[in-house]
């Protein structure tokens, strides 16, 4: 079995961009193995990406020729500006050549909005809201992608019913799965169920800047992004790397949610991203034998919170068992029950969020973020 042992010195091989070989050069920033595929993040500085591509070729080339290795992926990360002082806290940058440069690159050909859907905490159904707004948006005729960027718990797999492999077009380039008219990508296409995604910060950055940048989106009106729960590593290279058009926050009506919620739309507003709006999720129960209506989790915190903070509120969604049964069968409620009053909940909000995409100003760049 290759070990991460093999890997370096395999890797003594090759130059890092200083000279010197790559693990002590400081630029080799991760490394992960998972069932044969190894995974490579190769810092590179934002002012000279292209110096750091033929020692990205070459580490790829180095550890593919190892025994035991099914396929090699190398990813170039920006994590910080090379040169920086290491206690150093910079401040923000005046416009310039690289700002412009950095901007220029924000956005992904073909793609005119990317969206956000996101949660100040794990469990409150962000996944499978994710995935009905994205069937919501398309039932408008709407052309809809899917990145699944839960690098630790990615869900869509589960939700639609997908366990193929990307297929690896010219360039390295990923063509995306398709389920209900939706173009979707996910690690979880890349790695087995099972496997524990052991990796830190420079890795995530690095995996959802590859599935951002190296798949074949095509023609799409919205890229629906499921982000990881919690305000880390994550969110930032979204906001960092790409014009987001907006953020849409899921949360249950319980106080414990909505205090997690409210550090969610915080950070979407520190890096300047627009909150789209709040959606209550598992709002209510209605019992299917005997009708009673139940607030398990309570009603209707979700719509005070965001009157509270000033963002609007989408919608409610019922804790129903369709939908969980659903999800689970791989057939999302919007596609499989679409006449249905949850799909027409998701529905609802869907149009919401596409008016407000309609009036939004195009091409607001991405805010410079340095990751200390």
């Given at each position: 079995?290759?070990?991460?042992?093999?890997?370096?010195?395999?890797?003594?091989?090759?130059?890092?961009?200083?000279?010197?070989?790559?693990?002590?050069?400081?630029?080799?920033?991760?490394?992960?193995?998972?069932?044969?595929?190894?995974?490579?993040?190769?810092?590179?500085?934002?002012?000279?990406?292209?110096?750091?591509?033929?020692?990205?070729?070459?580490?790829?080339?180095?550890?593919?020729?190892?025994?035991?290795?099914?396929?090699?992926?190398?990813?170039?990360?920006?994590?910080?500006?090379?040169?920086?002082?290491?206690?150093?806290?910079?401040?923000?940058?005046?416009?310039?050549?690289?700002?412009?440069?950095?901007?220029?690159?924000?956005?992904?050909?073909?793609?005119?909005?990317?969206?956000?859907?996101?949660?100040?905490?794990?469990?409150?159904?962000?996944?499978?809201?994710?995935?009905?707004?994205?069937?919501?948006?398309?039932?408008?005729?709407?052309?809809?992608?899917?990145?699944?960027?839960?690098?630790?718990?990615?869900?869509?797999?589960?939700?639609?019913?997908?366990?193929?492999?990307?297929e690896i077009l010219e360039g390295r380039i990923m063509k995306p799965l398709t389920a209900h008219g939706l173009r979707i990508m996910s690690i979880g296409f890349l790695v087995e169920e099972d496997t524990a995604m052991i990796w830190r910060g420079p890795m995530v950055m690095s995996a959802i800047q590859q599935m951002l940048r190296e798949v074949q989106w095509?023609?799409?009106?919205?890229l629906v992004v499921d982000m990881p729960p919690g305000t880390g590593d994550a969110q930032l290279t979204m906001a960092q790397s790409v014009q987001l058009a907006g953020a849409v926050i899921v949360s249950t009506p319980q106080d414990l949610a909505l205090i997690d919620a409210r550090r969610g739309v915080a950070m979407f507003r520190r890096v300047e991203v627009?909150?789209?709006?709040?959606?209550?999720?598992?709002?209510?129960?209605?019992?299917?034998?005997?009708?009673?209506?139940?607030?398990?989790?309570?009603?209707?915190?979700?719509?005070?919170?965001?009157?509270?903070?000033?963002?609007?509120?989408?919608?409610?969604?019922?804790?129903?068992?369709?939908?969980?049964?659903?999800?689970?069968?791989?057939?999302?409620?919007?596609?499989?029950?679409?006449?249905?009053?949850?799909?027409?909940?998701?529905?609802?909000?869907?149009?919401?969020?596409?008016?407000?995409?309609?009036?939004?100003?195009?091409?607001?760049?991405?805010?410079?973020?340095?990751?200390?």
């Amino acid at each position: 079995m290759i070990t991460e042992k093999d890997v370096l010195a395999a890797l003594a091989a090759v130059k890092g961009p200083d000279g010197r070989p790559l693990p002590q050069s400081g630029a080799l920033a991760g490394v992960s193995i998972a069932a044969g595929k190894v995974y490579l993040s190769i810092a590179a500085d934002p002012a000279k990406p292209g110096e750091a591509e033929p020692v990205r070729r070459a580490a790829e080339e180095a550890v593919r020729r190892l025994k035991g290795v099914e396929s090699v992926l190398a990813t170039l990360t920006a994590e910080r500006a090379q040169g920086a002082a290491s206690g150093a806290r910079p401040g923000p940058a005046a416009p310039g050549p690289r700002a412009a440069a950095a901007t220029a690159r924000a956005g992904i050909p073909g793609v005119r909005h990317i969206i956000a859907v996101a949660s100040g905490k794990g469990g409150v159904g962000k996944s499978t809201t994710a995935a009905n707004l994205a069937l919501g948006l398309a039932a408008q005729g709407l052309k809809v992608g899917v990145l699944d960027a839960d690098i630790y718990g990615p869900s869509m797999p589960k939700l639609f019913g997908l366990n193929e492999k990307p297929e690896i077009l010219e360039g390295r380039i990923m063509k995306p799965l398709t389920a209900h008219g939706l173009r979707i990508m996910s690690i979880g296409f890349l790695v087995e169920e099972d496997t524990a995604m052991i990796w830190r910060g420079p890795m995530v950055m690095s995996a959802i800047q590859q599935m951002l940048r190296e798949v074949q989106w095509g023609e799409l009106d919205v890229l629906v992004v499921d982000m990881p729960p919690g305000t880390g590593d994550a969110q930032l290279t979204m906001a960092q790397s790409v014009q987001l058009a907006g953020a849409v926050i899921v949360s249950t009506p319980q106080d414990l949610a909505l205090i997690d919620a409210r550090r969610g739309v915080a950070m979407f507003r520190r890096v300047e991203v627009p909150i789209l709006g709040v959606v209550e999720n598992m709002s209510t129960f209605i019992c299917p034998h005997c009708g009673e209506r139940s607030d398990i989790f309570g009603h209707g915190g979700a719509r005070k919170e965001a009157e509270r903070i000033g963002v609007p509120f989408l919608g409610e969604i019922p804790l129903a068992l369709s939908i969980r049964e659903r999800s689970d069968a791989g057939l999302p409620v919007v596609a499989t029950d679409p006449n249905g009053p949850h799909a027409a909940a998701y529905k609802d909000i869907a149009r919401q969020v596409w008016a407000t995409l309609q009036g939004a100003a195009p091409g607001r760049a991405a805010p410079r973020i340095v990751i200390e």
